[in-house]
């Protein structure tokens, strides 16, 4: 699949009330797909998966898309959507968030707090 990253009006909403809440991460941590997609990936609406990049990989929920064409994985931008893009502007301030290849797969695990992001990205455990 194609991974693309963009706004969503709730989004916008959550990051407006605050971006530390439980209606951020609600909203930003997911990745939405078609409904065709996600038969074939034997998934349903609120399950948990594992998305997979070359720049690396993170777990976020589920949801059926209402909109978009089969074979694209959509995930809003946020601190999930962070750690699966690469970080290389090419010269340009804005790294690519649009046409990234990416796996999409279930798993039994839950996504990470925006605490464990950060705690990532410092560099601890």
């Known amino acids: 699949m194609l991974l693309v990253t963009g706004r969503t009006v709730r989004q916008g909403v959550a990051s407006e009330i605050g971006k530390t809440g439980e209606e951020y991460s609600k909203n930003t941590a997911v990745v939405f797909l078609t409904r065709n997609d996600m038969e074939l990936c034997s998934l349903e609406s609120g399950d948990h998966v594992v998305l997979k990049t070359s720049f ?28 699966i893009c690469g970080s290389d502007t090419q010269g340009t301030g804005m790294p690519d968030y649009k046409g990234i290849e990416v796996t999409v797969e279930r798993t039994l695990e839950s996504p990470p707090t925006q605490e464990r992001i950060a705690r990532l990205l410092r560099g601890v455990q």
């Open 56 to 83: 690396g990989s993170v777990v976020v929920r589920c949801e059926e898309g209402r909109w978009g064409r089969d074979g694209i994985a959509f995930i809003p931008y946020g601190p999930w959507a962070n750690l």
